[in-house]
T-cell receptor, first 113, second 114 residues
Framework: AQTVTQSQPEMSVQEAETVTLSCTYDTSESDYYLFWYKQPPSRQMILVIRQEAYKQQNATENRFSVNFQKAAKSFSLKISDSQLGDAAMYFCAGGTSYGKLTFGQGTILTVHP | EPEVTQTPSHQVTQMGQEVILRCVPISNHLYFYWYRQILGQKVEFLVSFYNNEISEKSEIFDDQFSVERPDGSNFTLKIRSTKLEDSAMYFC????????????FGAGTRLSVL
């Protein structure tokens, strides 16, 4: 993706509740991939979930799922049954098959016990 | 599980000095990347590398920067004459030969330029 925008600098959720993080993107590519990465305080970048743009079905990974709206260029992340360990900075990113990733500004997620 | 390894985890240097950041990508991966993240900001692409040459670079990647794959395993980023504004976290990433494969990131090297 050529631009990626995360409009929520911070979000919070109660433990065991559900939270949705928003992301919009813009690209002129027809073949691209979208990702959510988690960055805990250690600053390691950890892949959470990936979506291929050519697939209409939304990707899911255990408690994590996405809502991919291709026409609207929207790619939100839903975290169900939030856990304390989910607290981190979350980055939305996009790119072509072998190309660079373009990252959003990030959303800090706080999980309250 | 295979992982991308970066050394050192933290590098402190004086302004004007040369630094080399090292990365060992996942062994069967063919595409290599460097990104940087200034504290509190988003992750920015620096350069991508494939088949022993740069495939793409950003505006940040000026003549002060260079990359090299000196042997079959290491992938290095050199900053020739560091500036204060080079202080950042530098991430190496690699991806495999399959189309659309995921970029796996190392734990990063925190560079502090004094």
């Amino acid at each position: 993706a050529q631009t990626v925008t995360q409009s929520q600098p911070e979000m919070s959720v109660q433990e065991a509740e559900t939270v949705t993080l928003s992301c919009t993107y813009d690209t002129s590519e027809s073949d691209y991939y979208l990702f959510w990465y988690k960055q805990p305080p250690s600053r390691q970048m950890i892949l959470v979930i990936r979506q291929e743009a050519y697939k209409q079905q939304n990707a899911t990974e255990n408690r994590f799922s996405v809502n991919f709206q291709k026409a609207a260029k929207s790619f939100s992340l839903k975290i169900s049954d939030s856990q304390l360990g989910d607290a981190a900075m979350y980055f939305c990113a996009g790119g072509t098959s072998y190309g660079k990733l373009t990252f959003g500004q990030g959303t800090i997620l706080t999980v309250h016990p | 599980e295979p992982e991308v390894t970066q050394t050192p985890s933290h590098q402190v240097t004086q302004m004007g000095q040369e630094v080399i950041l090292r990365c060992v990508p996942i062994s069967n991966h063919l595409y290599f990347y460097w990104y940087r993240q200034i504290l509190g900001q988003k992750v920015e692409f620096l350069v991508s590398f494939y088949n022993n040459e740069i495939s793409e670079k950003s505006e940040i990647f000026d003549d002060q920067f260079s990359v090299e794959r000196p042997d079959g395993s290491n992938f290095t980023l050199k900053i020739r004459s560091t500036k204060l504004e080079d202080s950042a976290m530098y991430f190496c990433a690699s991806s495999g030969p399959l189309r659309g494969n995921i970029q796996y990131f190392g734990a990063g090297t925190r560079l502090s330029v004094l």
